[in-house]
C-alpha cells in the first residue's frame, strides 16, 4: 500500500500542477474515481437517496465532483453546503457547474428543518467536509453535522478521510465521521492506518487521481505498510545441511524474583523464532524458577541484590557471552535500579553484536540516552508509549499525538531503530523511513505481550537478519500469531504464552 504523509500528497499535487495535470484537473479526477468506487460498490445508484455535506474547502469540492456525476446517473442527489460557500477557485467552478445542471443544494444554517426531513430518507451520505488538512476539534456547526451524520440509519462514505481524522497522526476529535467506507485519493495516509482513526475509516480503498508517474519517482516515499508479502519474502528457508550454531547465538539478560515470567515469554519467543541457541542470563534464584518451563534453553545464573535483582557483580560473568554471541537481549523483567543501570551502560560499551533494549532497559537510560551510541551495530528499541515518554521527557498524551515523528526523530538521534509499541505499532529506521504494522488485536494487552516480541526480534538478529528485517518481520509475526490465538480461545482469553504456540502454526501454514 502507497503512504503520503499530508506534506508529500501537497507537493505531488503541486508538482503535478506544474506539469499541466492542473489542481482543478486533480479535482475532478477524484471526485470520478470516488464516484466510480461507489457505483461499484452499491451496483445500482439510479433513483437512490444521496445526501453529500460539502465543506468550504477542497475536499467540499470533491463533493461537488461526486454530486455531479451521481446525479448524471440518475441518483436523488442533495448537497448540503457545511460551511458557506466554497473558498477556493476549484471548489468555486465545482459548485457553479452544480448550479447549472439544477443539483438542490441546502445550506445548514438556513435549511436545517428540510435536511433533518431529507436525513430519515438519505440511502448513502457522503462526508466532504474537511478531508486530511483537519486537526484539532470540531468548532460549531460541525460538531452537529458529524453527529447528524453518525446518527442516521444510512451508508456513510468518507472522501479521502473522515471528517474529524488527523491524517497525520489518527487522533480522533469527539463526534469524528464514523465511515462505512472511506475513498483515498492517490495514496493512504497515516491517519488511515493509526488507530483509532482507523477504525472512523471501516473500509478504505485508495483510487487513482491522475498524479503523473514523473512526479511520484520525484516524492520519496518514506512510509510502508508491513504487509504478508514484505515479511515472508524475508524469512529465510532453513538449510537442509545445518546445525544449531547456523541460526546464531542469542543472550538474553531477563528476568528477575518478581518478573520471572519476563525471562520465560522473551526466550519462548526467540526459540520459537528460530534462534539456534538461547542462553538466558538472570539470578540463580530465577533459573531455579524457570529452568523447567523451558528445557531447551541454557542457563547463565548471576548473582543478585536483595531486592531479587541482577547485581553489579554480574558483569565479569557476563562478558565471555557478550564476546561470543551473535545478538543480545537486555531489559525485560530486570527491575530498576543503579546495578541494573550500570548493567545495560556496560553491555554497550563491550557488546559486539546487535543489541535489543526492552523494557526495564529503556527505563534505566531514560535520563541518559546517549548510552544507545555506544552500540557498536545499530541498536533495536522497543518501548511502548510509557517508556516513549518517559525516554524523550514528555507527557504520554504529547507522546500519542506525536507517536510517528517521536519514533522517527529517536531512530535519527541516536541512530537506533525504533520499534514504538501501540495498537498500530511504528518502526522508525534512522534514515527515516517508517513501517506501520498492521496485525494484532486488544487481546495482546496484557503484562508479557512485550516479553515474548522482544524474544522474537533478538532471535531474528541472533540469526544475521539486517535490523530492519528483524523488527518488521518480528512485530508482523507477532501480531499474526496473536490475531490467530483469538480466533480459537478469543481476545478476553487469549494470554502472551499461548502467541509462541500459535506462531509455530503461523511458520507451518507457510511451509517454514
Known amino acids: 500500500m502507497k503512504i503520503l504523509t499530508v506534506e508529500q500528497m501537497k507537493r505531488e499535487e503541486r508538482l503535478s500542477d506544474e506539469m499541466g495535470v492542473t489542481y482543478q484537473r486533480l479535482m475532478e479526477n477524484a471526485g470520478c ?53 466554497p473558498r477556493s477557485d476549484e471548489a468555486k467552478y465545482m459548485y457553479n457547474c452544480l448550479i447549472q445542471a439544477g443539483i438542490t443544494m441546502l445550506d445548514f444554517d438556513m435549511d436545517r428543518r428540510k435536511i433533518d426531513e431529507l436525513l430519515v430518507g438519505a440511502d448513502i451520505i457522503i462526508d466532504a467536509m474537511f478531508g486530511t488538512g483537519f486537526s484539532g476539534e470540531f468548532r460549531e456547526p460541525y460538531n452537529e453535522i458529524a453527529e447528524m451524520i453518525n446518527s442516521a440509519l444510512s451508508v456513510r462514505i468518507s472522501l479521502d478521510i473522515p471528517s474529524g481524522i488527523n491524517a497525520e497522526t489518527g487522533l480522533a476529535a469527539k463526534n469524528s465521521v464514523k465511515a462505512n467506507f472511506t475513498v483515498a485519493f492517490e495514496a493512504a495516509k497515516p491517519g488511515h492506518i493509526l488507530l483509532p482513526g482507523k477504525e472512523f475509516c471501516g473500509k478504505t480503498e485508495v483510487v ?80 531455579s524458577m524457570i529452568a523447567s518451563r523451558i528445557p531447551e ?63 526495564d532497559g529503556i527505563n534505566c537510560i531514560a535520563e541518559k540516552p546517549e548510552i544507545l551510541k555506544k552500540a557498536k551495530t545499530v541498536p ?7 517508556e516513549m ?94 490475531d490467530k490465538a483469538a480466533k480459537e480461545l478469543s481476545e478476553y482469553g487469549m494470554l502472551p504464552s499461548d502467541i509462541p504456540a500459535f506462531l509455530c502454526r503461523v511458520f507451518a501454514e507457510k511451509g517454514l
Not at 544449531?244 to 526467540?270: D, E, H, Y
Not at 543503579?338 to 553484536?353: M, T
Open 33 to 85: 474515481a470516488a464516484a466510480a468506487f461507489i457505483r461499484k460498490t452499491l451496483s445500482n445508484i439510479s433513483g437512490r437517496n444521496f445526501m453529500i455535506f460539502c465543506g468550504s474547502g477542497n475536499n467540499g469540492g470533491d463533493g461537488f465532483v461526486v454530486a455531479r456525476k451521481l446525479f448524471e446517473e440518475r441518483a436523488n442527489v442533495v448537497v448540503v453546503l457545511c460551511g458557506g460557500l
Open 208 to 287: 487513482d487521481i491522475g498524479i503523473p508517474h514523473e512526479v511520484r519517482a520525484q516524492v520519496e516515499q518514506n512510509c510502508f505498510a508491513a504487509t504478508e508479502d514484505m515479511v515472508f519474502s524475508s524469512i529465510r528457508r532453513r538449510p537442509r545441511f545445518c546445525n544449531k550454531g547456523t541460526f546464531g547465538k542469542l543472550l538474553c539478560i531477563t528476568g528477575s524474583s518478581n518478573f520471572p515470567g519476563a525471562a520465560v515469554l522473551s526466550a519462548l519467543g526467540a526459540m520459537r523464532s528460530g534462534a539456534g541457541i538461547t542462553t538466558v542470563a538472570t539470578t540463580e534464584k530465577v533459573v
Open 297 to 359: 534453553a541454557t542457563f547463565l545464573g548471576l548473582p543478585e541484590n536483595e531486592d531479587g535483582t541482577i547485581s553489579g557483580g554480574a558483569k565479569e560473568k557476563i562478558l565471555p557471552f557478550l564476546e561470543k554471541v551473535d545478538a543480545v537481549l537486555i531489559g525485560c523483567g530486570l527491575g530498576r535500579g543503579k546495578d541494573i543501570g550500570e548493567l545495560v551502560d556496560f553491555v554497550f560499551e563491550k557488546a559486539k553484536c546487535t543489541i535489543i533494549l526492552d523494557a
Open 380 to 386: 533495536i528499541i522497543t518501548p511502548h508509549i510509557g
Open 389 to 482: 515518554a518517559r525516554l524523550c521527557g514528555i507527557s504520554i498524551p504529547e507522546t500519542i499525538e506525536k507517536r510517528v515523528d517521536l519514533a522517527f526523530e529517536t531512530a535519527k538521534k541516536y541512530e537506533t531503530i525504533v520499534v514504538l509499541k501501540d495498537a498500530t505499532t511504528v518502526i522508525a529506521e534512522p534514515n527515516g523511513d517508517i513501517y506501520f504494522n498492521s496485525t494484532g488485536n486488544p487481546g495482546l494487552s496484557k503484562g508479557g505481550s512485550g516479553d515474548c516480541l522482544a524474544g522474537m526480534i533478538a532471535s531474528f538478529a541472533a540469526q544475521g537478519y539486517i535490523e530492519t528485517a528483524c523488527a518488521v518481520c518480528g512485530v508482523y509475526l507477532h501480531g499474526l500469531a496473536a
